[in-house]
C-alpha cells in the first residue's frame, strides 16, 4: 500500500504562515511514502515567494519525505511579459525541480506527473502531444495491477466550480488529453487549480473517458479561498488492484482533522463508493461526490 498525500496550490505570497507551519507538522508526523504538490506553489512567482517554497520543500526533504512536484499557471510570472514568454518556469527550475514531468513507482502505484502551465493561456492548462506520448509510454512498462497516477495542475476534465453547477474550461486539448490519459489506462487523475473538494468518476464526467478517478485537491495553506470552503488536502491509501481510500483532511480553525473517509473500489471501469462510518465531519464541508 502506498500512503500519498495530496496538496495543491500552497500559494506563497497569499498563505497563512500558521496554516503552512500545521500541514507541516502533520506531514512530518504521519510521513507519507509520497508527498504530492499539483502546483501554484506561488502566488505570483517572484523570486521571494519561490524561496519561501523553496525552503518549505526543503524542510519536507530533510525530514525525510519524498515529494512529486509539478508548477501550476501562478508559478508563471504574470506581470513580466518579457520573461513570462522568454523563460517562464526558469523560477520554478532554480528553486522547486528541473523536472517538469517526474515519475515515481513503487510496489503499489505508479505515477506520472505533467506540466499543464503556459504563458499563453495565463490561467488555464494546456496538454501537449508530447505529454500524451509521454503518459502512453510510462504507464505502458507498468504492471497491469498497480494502480496508474496522473497527476496534472489543471485537471483533465471540465469541473463543477460554483454552487449553480457552472462547469470551468477543460484543459487544452481535452479531447486528445482524455484518449491519450485512456489508452495509458490512468486509474486516478489528481489535480489542483481551483480550491475544491471533488472526486468523481471520469466516465460520469465525459463520455468514452475509460475508468478514471478524479480526484481533485483544495487548497492546502492559501487565503484566496472559494465558495467558502476550507483549505485542506487528500490522505490516500492506494493498494494494488485499484482499491484506495480518500481522507479529506480540513483546516478547522486551529488544526487540520479528518473532515471525511470514502472507500473506493474499482471493478472494471467502474468505481463503487462506500462511506466509512467513523469519519467525522469538520463544519460544512465533506467530500463532494457523484459516485452510487
Keep these: 500500500m502506498a500512503r500519498i498525500a495530496h496538496l495543491s496550490d500552497i500559494h506563497f505570497g497569499a498563505h497563512d504562515r500558521k496554516i503552512v507551519d500545521a500541514a507541516t507538522a502533520w506531514l512530518e508526523e504521519r510521513r507519507p511514502d509520497l508527498i504530492v504538490i499539483s502546483g501554484d506553489f506561488t502566488q505570483r512567482a517572484t523570486v521571494d515567494q519561490f524561496r519561501q517554497a523553496a525552503a518549505w520543500l526543503n524542510r519536507l526533504r530533510s525530514a525525510g519525505l519524498k515529494t512529486l512536484v509539478i508548477p501550476g499557471n501562478h508559478d508563471v510570472p504574470l506581470y513580466d511579459v518579457v520573461r513570462r514568454f522568454a523563460r517562464p518556469l526558469t523560477r520554478y527550475k532554480r ?12 510496489e503499489a502505484v505508479a505515477i ?19 505529454q500524451m506520448d509521454m503518459l502512453r509510454d510510462r504507464f505502458a512498462q507498468v504492471p497491469p495491477d498497480k494502480t496508474r497516477i496522473l497527476v496534472t495542475h489543471h485537471p483533465l476534465f471540465a469541473m463543477p466550480i460554483g454552487k449553480g453547477g457552472e462547469l470551468s474550461e477543460a484543459v487544452g486539448r481535452h479531447d486528445d488529453a482524455v484518449k491519450a490519459a485512456c489508452e495509458a489506462g490512468v486509474h486516478l487523475a489528481l489535480a489542483g487549480h481551483f480550491h475544491r473538494t471533488y472526486a468523481q468518476a471520469a466516465q460520469k464526467m465525459v463520455a468514452h473517458s475509460g475508468g478514471a478517478l478524479v480526484i481533485q485537491a483544495g487548497t492546502a495553506t492559501s487565503t484566496r479561498l472559494r465558495n467558502a470552503e476550507p483549505q485542506s488536502f487528500n490522505w490516500l491509501h492506494v493498494r494494488r488492484n485499484n482499491e484506495m ?5 480540513v483546516w478547522d480553525g486551529a488544526a487540520f482533522r479528518r473532515a471525511s473517509h470514502v472507500e473506493y473500489r474499482r471493478d472494471g471501469e467502474e468505481w463503487a463508493s462506500r462511506d466509512v462510518a467513523d469519519a467525522p465531519r469538520v463544519g460544512e464541508m465533506a467530500l463532494r461526490r457523484g459516485l452510487g
Excluded: M, W
Excluded at 528553486?95 to 513503487?106: H, T
Excluded at 506520472?112 to 508530447?130: P, Q, V
Design 95 to 106: 528553486y522547486i525541480s528541473r523536472d517538469l514531468c517526474p515519475f515515481y513507482e513503487d
Design 112 to 130: 506520472l506527473g505533467l506540466n499543464t502551465a503556459r504563458s499563453l493561456t495565463i490561467k488555464d492548462g494546456r496538454i501537449n502531444h508530447d
Design 245 to 249: 481510500e480518500l481522507q479529506v483532511i
